[in-house]
């Protein structure tokens, strides 16, 4: 959890910037002791229509005799017709739950000096106490969350004051949290907050009764839900933390400011996700102006995530508290957090806690799914259950459809030739627009955050995103490229629509800019230069060339440095070599000599320890339960779909990986990267149970049960799978890692080796590991002391994500940092100028053909060979080949000459009519050419691999129509979905 505790005083708000956080952390014991009483006063001469009369709730307080009266009317009612409420009372209705704060506008201090507050606005703030898991080094124990919606809507005359209006902006109107029962008495007389509070304490009550149907003396009085409210202001305004609020001026046209730019800077993995916020310097550049994109969970908002994040996505309602009676105060939006899905651990949490019964709720990764643009058949629903703790939630739907297709295109995408969405039947490679859409909304609330403002000079002045700054992977296919720029746009399109910023005229920002530039290897060396350069020679850039360079004939006669990086990530491994020169003695300038990439990377590894070492210790346990054959029982659970397998079945599976043998992998890998020096022996020794303790979600009962009576009947008799003792020896591990990484590692070696190069940077959290450095030094293609892993690497104080001695602490962040470096480098930071905009994604097929079950393309089915599609194309110049086609296959592309090079998938192909085959004189002779392409047109980049069927012919050379075969971009060669989102491993 990360805190930004926030103390009372004055806060200033920016209109218009979404929903706002104060997170204020307290000590429960500091809480004022004592109780609060009450009277009801029954009005008797009034009755109404049911025979039964009004109550009036009396505050009591001692008078001068000692006797509890009201201060108001001065009775002093008889002892048994009061009631106290106590601190812990007053306290326990609210924990865990949103609840409306008056926090009204101050209009003027009366004759008597104390001021005067105006009826509202009534619905704009809410508060949220949790405990925190542990008292923090202050002692606090508690945390209140204020929220306010800061959208400003125009007052109407005679109706309700429900939210800041603009001229309260123009104006930097004052609010005050009111607590007196006098003062705020007309806001507990609004319908729609007594019906608040009373839901509030029935829930409370039927928690407390265990369930059971409640009856009339469970409800002895009346009025106690308003009662435990105003006891629970009382304890707020008792110890002090409640700030005063005011709003920034963001509406008049002499404000005397200009925003001030930020940029979003994101290193979207398949894994895990990185965020950093760039704020632009009023004065010097500054990479103290940089923090970490954090995230508010909005299940439990107390909790926020202030390091690199998991990718998974899962749709979900954020809610903050009861939409349907805040309604009735007469705002229709108020408090409505526009994106449907949950990102980072909020997700994973979720993901953790579905039954298997709703229906498709997220996925793990959306980037590996860029390429599946196919509508999902089954739609998609909302995680988690209904109030009621029964029902599921409904399909996905809400105001965000309005600007969404079937299919999940942003509509101002589509240029009006798309339709709203009725179905959320979005496609897998839409999921990437909501991550996106999802971050934006985080961040748009950050910059503006009145604590991240506050720790920023010019606090008072409203941040705007200028540009959403994304890194790919060196190697991603361009057409991959174009489908994620599309969502990047989108993203942006979508987010501001959703905020309602897009017809809101000159208050609302301008949408940022998308930029796609920079790879992730390249991005980490530029943090390595940065650092060395700036920190280690004082920005001496040519100093540190004719140190660490040397002069290379075919790039003039200055020394130059040729570097190397390799960036292991959880989804794939890529390699970068640049060579960089220095012009004029301080300027930086790139040459991209070599790129490669391959989807084996993190998470194979994970998969291999799953199943060479996790797996056969269940199945040993399993044995010696009394299971005849345990690796036949295990194929059959966990080793993919079977005829009959129900929906529920398959999900528990899924589960049962996820949250069962995934952490149990990760244990064993993170055991291992503890390892220190050369220590060989064991490394890891628990039980399943154990290391399921120690998550911070647990494991669901359901899935664990899936397996356990899926063992008995296979004869294991009382088999638990927390039994099951997991061990491993550093041997064991690094076999895993060697036959999962080894290969690719030293295929790469083999091109740092041939480039020459002076420095190898290791970057990526598996580059932690000491296998990988070890299958590093074998090879040898740089000398050992230029092998640079970034894990611990000594940055200094200027890197976002440092650890306590200036090091890098995770070097998955390697790659987002060097984004920032490179947005700030053209001529924006001191001693460090780069031109940036010499880097580039390029094409790295050469080499396309028909894709062997291996993974391979062999010699015999390669269709085009040393084909140079960066070349600008003449006019009439086309890039076809034809081949033979009677099945589905995968066509696909390797970069080099070479057989045993791996090759990546770039199109499935495949009958647009299976029914129609066996009237097909087959073999199929099948044209394919790359499509048009105007290389002086924007946009045309992408289309430099983008191939269409052209012309087919049957075996007696009858044409057929080219829709008969279609060639699809899918570069993942499992249609079903990764192994992490199937559940499905495989037994050694």
Known sequence: MSSSTTTAGLISLVPSSGIQFLDIDFDVDRLPRGSRNFWEETLREQVDHEGKSPVILRVLEPDADGNLADPVTRQVPAPEETYAISRAQALEAFLNKWVPLPYFRVHARGADGKEVYDRGPSNWARAYIAELPQRDAEGRSHRLVLAFDTALMPRVPERPYIAPAPEDSARQQEFAPVCGHAENAWFLNESWVGQWLEEGFRELRQAQRGGRALRPEDFPHACEHWARYLSFLGLLEGIGIL?????????????????????????????????????????????????????????????????????????????????????????????????????????????????????????????????????????????????????????????????????????????????PAVRARFSRSSMFTFLL???????????????????????????????????????????????????????????????????????????????????????????????????????????????????????????????????????????????????????????????????????????????????????????????????????????????????????LRRQFVAQVLEPVGLAVLHAYERIEGRQMGEVFRATIGAVLAGEAQPANPRAIAFFETAARQAGARGFAIADVEVAADARRVEAVIQATLGPVLADLCEVVWHYDCDVLLLSGRPSRLRAVTDIVLAKSPVPPHRIIGMHRYAVGGWYPFRDANARIEDPKTSAAVGAMLCALAEGRLESFLMRTSQLGMKSTARYIGRMEISGQIREQGVLLSEVDLEKRPNPGDEVTFTMNFAAPTFLGFRQLPIERWPATPLYALEFANPESVPRMALPLKVKIRRADMDPDAPGQEEKREDFRVEEIEDSEGTALRRTDVEIRLQTMKSEAGYWRDTGVVGMA
């Open 437 to 651: 859409a999802e971050l934006l909304m985080q961040a748009v609330s950050q910059i503006n955050a009145p604590a991240t403002r506050a720790a920023r000079r010019f606090a008072d002045v409203p941040r705007r995103l200028r540009r959403v700054i994304l890194t790919l992977p060196p190697a991603m296919p361009l057409a991959e490229q174009k489908i994620l720029r599309e969502r990047a746009e989108g993203a942006v399109k979508l987010a501001w629509d959703m905020l309602g910023w897009t017809e809101a005229g000159p208050t609302a920002p301008p949408e940022p800019r998308v930029l796609l530039n920079l790879d992730e290897a390249t991005a980490t060396q530029v943090v390595w230069l940065y650092t060395e350069i700036t920190q280690r020679l004082q920005g001496d850039a040519q100093g540190m060339f004719e140190l660490a360079g040397r002069v290379r004939p075919e790039r003039g006669p200055n020394p130059c440095l040729r570097v190397a990086s390799i960036d292991i990530g959880g989804g794939t491994t890529d390699l970068m070599v640049v060579t960089w020169s220095v012009e004029n003695r301080d300027t930086i300038v790139p040459r991209q000599e070599f790129r490669e990439g391959f989807k084996i990377a993190g998470d194979e590894v994970l998969e291999g320890l799953i199943t060479h070492l996790v797996l056969p210790q269940v199945a040993d346990a399993l044995r010696a339960a009394g299971m005849s054959d345990p690796q036949a029982f295990l194929r059959q659970t966990l080793g993919g779909d079977r005829g009959g397998q129900s929906e529920v079945e398959r999900h």
């Open 243 to 419: 700030p005063r609020i005011r709003l920034v001026d963001v509406v008049s046209d002499n404000r005397g400011y200009a925003p001030i730019n930020v940029d979003l800077v994101l290193d979207v993995g398949n894994s895990r996700t990185c965020g950093l916020l760039v704020e632009e310097s009023q004065d010097a550049p500054s990479l103290n102006n940089s923090s970490v994109l954090t995230l508010r969970d909005l299940s439990r908002p107390e909790q926020l995530y202030a390091r690199p994040f998991e990718s998974r996505v899962e749709f979900a309602v954020g809610s903050f508290g009861r939409d349907a009676i805040s309604r009735r105060s007469g705002r229709a939006n108020a408090f409505r957090w526009p994106s449907p899905v949950r990102v980072g651990p909020e997700a994973m949490r979720l993901a953790a806690a579905t039954q298997g019964n709703e229906g498709a709720t997220g996925i793990s990764s959306p980037k590996r799914y860029l390429w599946d643009r196919r509508p999902n058949v089954q739609g998609w629903r909302f995680n988690g259950r209904a109030s009621d703790g029964v029902t599921t939630e409904p399909p996905v739907s809400g105001p965000f459809m309005a600007h969404v297709t079937e299919t999940g295109e942003a509509l101002r995408m589509l240029r009006g030739r798309g339709q």
